[in-house]
């Protein structure tokens, strides 16, 4: 059974920093893009990061381009989001995703599998 569980969630200050990650279990992600998407209360799900299936290419949102990092391991088949100068309009629920392919995409009907997802709150 194909799982990706994200924790690092959190209460922060705006300024701040958190780390998130995505375990994935069940499948070798290691030649899968990934991607990060967030979904605030009242507001669609929207793109935030995603990399390559190397870690070669990243792209991010404008909103977070600067602050976040998206990064991988996949010797521990696991994806990582560096977010810093955290603002209270990054306050989400935070998922993480998978796609069949080896290059990511913003789109997050373009990705298989899919985390419940780690909140993150930013207080102002």
């Known amino acids: 059974q194909v799982q990706l569980v994200e924790s690092g969630g959190g209460l922060v200050q705006a300024g701040g920093s958190l780390r998130l990650s995505c375990a994935a279990s069940?499948?070798?992600?290691?030649?899968?893009?990934m991607g990060w998407f967030r979904q605030a209360p009242g507001n669609e799900r929207e793109f935030v990061a995603a990399?390559?299936?190397?870690?070669?290419?990243?792209y991010y949102a404008d909103s977070v381009k600067g602050r976040f990092t998206i990064s991988r391991d996949n010797a521990q088949n696991t994806v990582y989001l560096r977010m810093s100068s955290l603002k209270p309009e990054d306050t989400a629920v935070y998922y993480c995703?998978?796609?069949?392919?080896?290059?990511?995409?913003?789109?997050?009907?373009?990705?298989?599998?899919w985390g419940q997802g780690t909140e993150v709150t930013v207080s102002s």
């Open positions: 990399i390559s299936w190397s870690g070669g290419s990243t």
């Open positions: 995703a998978a796609r069949r392919g080896r290059y990511p995409s913003t789109r997050s009907n373009e990705y298989a599998y």
């Open positions: 069940g499948r070798t992600f290691s030649s899968d893009a």
